[in-house]
RNA sequence: CGGGGCGUGGUGUAACGGCUAACAUGCCUGUUUUGGGUACAGGUGACUCCCGGUUCGAAUCCGGGCGCCCCGACCA
């Protein structure tokens, strides 16, 4: 793509109305705009890096034998009202049709939609275990949205839902589950700093999982055991705080965000809708659930907490709305055009710079700001060794890379 | 939901109750410059969030509303 057509631009001001670091870079790098407190337009390169961690988490999902469905966000009043959560669910959207006076719910999560779906098609043991999930906006009425994305009242989400026979298929499966997400997080770049956290059931059972994230920007504050690298969620720390594993209580605190949640909800919805199976002898049966989310657009502001610096976005490979940003400067339009071409046919995600008005020193600010993790800078400068720099997002040092050596290279980088 | 702060060109800010609402940035024209947000000149751009009140006079004071941020509470 080429940075002249594109039609956001950058900004060398922060937002006067965003605090958050995570929110003043995606801002400022044009990947979003504020729309309503908590409510944000994804712009193209924000958008391209969303579907970036959609397709890790699809592929993920699928992985799991999870069948992707689109359940409606509009919902009715009726369903919330069978799991008795239309008045108890604090941040749930509610409304009445202006017209016909009917109330509706906009979804937050969707058991109440799931539960009766998959009843439609589940009978017998043989129909179970199933898995299914999808990737869609999600609305929950928060009294204060904060943090750019890290709180929004609408946001995307990818929701999975897990139906079994018995409680030790759903813990198999739960373990599985985990085992995925862990890889998610790997993926996007935040593996080393996120820690499988114990955390209180809520409203399903005694405990859950959760995925904390370490950042300054945390609302959550987690005990980490360095030895089993694994934490406890603050709110299911008493007096005397310990590993669950290896019961230590040298815990380390720190602030840390939610990236992710597991669930087991064993009978809880199914017996409100209902949902059973007939077993091996004939009897009757719950469908025993379980529930597992991961905002993305939660994820996306997260990884920007975490790897953004002073000069700007810092995007791994994996998730980087393009893979190479070629910086045109003085001298160098033509050949860089050329490279750009090039690249292109070989099928690389490039975005080109090639803004004429633009001074060198602009270019090369943006160039940090957008934070795509490979430049290269074509100028007169470089041709004269008839060669590009060659720099990597995030490290000081560059080095001259000859111009028919290219795309060799960024093949090997690629791996 | 409790507390605090704030609404002024696209953006960031300034302006004692008193001249034509100022500065920077952006944008447009031209010249210039070209490896870390070049320089100069000219130009464009604001019913000062909305409604009402006080006053000879309101961006400024008062009341109400709407919106935004932060702290806390809450939080699948």
Redo the contacts with the bound molecule.
């Keep these: 793509m080429r940075q002249s057509k594109l039609f956001t631009?950058?900004?060398?001001?922060?937002?006067?109305?965003?605090?958050?670091k995570n929110?003043q870079l995606l801002i400022?790098a044009g990947y979003i705009q504020?729309e309503?407190?908590?409510?944000y337009s994804i712009l193209p390169l924000g958008f391209r890096v969303l579907k970036k961690i959609e397709g890790i988490i699809r592929k993920e999902m699928e992985s799991l034998d999870g069948q992707e469905i689109l359940m409606p966000a509009l919902q009715p009043k009726t369903n919330w009202e069978q799991t008795n959560r239309w008045e108890t669910?604090?941040?749930l959207f509610r409304f009445e049709s202006f017209y016909t006076k009917s109330e509706y719910a906009l979804g937050?999560?969707h058991?109440e939609i799931v539960t009766p779906l998959l009843k439609r098609f589940i009978a017998s043991y043989k129909d179970l275990p199933r898995a299914v999930f999808q990737i869609q906006t999600k609305f929950?009425d928060?009294?204060?949205?904060?943090?750019?994305l890290l709180?929004g009242r609408e946001f995307i989400m990818k929701?999975l839902y897990s139906f079994h026979a018995n409680e030790d298929d759903l813990a198999a499966y739960y373990e599985k589950v985990r085992s995925s997400y862990e890889r998610i997080y790997a993926a996007v770049g935040i593996g080393n700093r996120t820690y499988f956290t114990f955390a209180?059931?809520?409203?399903?059972s005694k405990y859950?999982h959760e995925f904390q994230t370490l950042t300054e920007a945390g609302?959550?504050t987690i005990f980490i055991c360095e030895t089993c690298k694994i934490a406890i969620n603050e709110?299911i720390v008493k007096e005397q705080p310990e590993c669950p594993q290896c019961n230590t209580t040298k815990l380390k605190e720190e602030k840390a965000i939610e990236v992710g949640?597991i669930?087991q909800?064993k009978t809880?919805?199914s017996e409100c809708f209902d949902l059973q199976y007939t077993d091996e002898k004939g009897a009757k049966k719950l469908v025993v659930m379980g529930?597992y989310?991961i905002g993305l657009t939660r994820l996306l502001a997260a990884v920007v907490e975490a790897l953004g610096d002073e000069?700007?976005l810092v995007w791994p490979r994996s998730i980087s709305p393009f893979q190479i940003h070629i910086?045109g400067?003085?001298?160098?339009d033509e050949k860089a055009q050329e490279v750009y071409d090039k690249l292109q046919s070989q099928g690389l995600d490039v975005l080109y710079d090639d803004r004429?008005?633009?001074?060198?020193?602009?270019?090369?600010?943006?160039?940090?700001?957008l934070g795509i993790p490979l430049?290269l800078?074509?100028?007169?400068?470089?041709l004269k060794e008839n060669a590009?720099?060659w720099?990597t997002r995030g490290q000081k040092e560059?080095a001259l890379v000859p111009l028919d050596k290219i795309i060799e290279k960024v093949i090997e980088m690629q791996g």
């Excluded at 209180?200 to 399903?204: E, H, K, L, M, N």
């Excluded at 800078?377 to 470089?382: N, P």
């Design positions: 631009k950058t900004s060398h001001s922060v937002p006067k109305d965003e605090e958050s929110a400022r504020k309503l407190a908590g409510v669910y604090d941040t937050p999560t058991e929950r928060e009294k204060r949205a904060k943090a750019g709180r929701d209180s059931g809520g409203t399903f859950s609302e959550d709110e949640n669930f909800l809880r919805f529930c989310g000069q700007g910086v400067l003085q001298g160098g004429r008005g633009e001074s060198s020193g602009a270019k090369l600010k943006d160039a940090d700001l430049r800078v074509i100028s007169e400068r470089t590009a720099e720099k560059s």
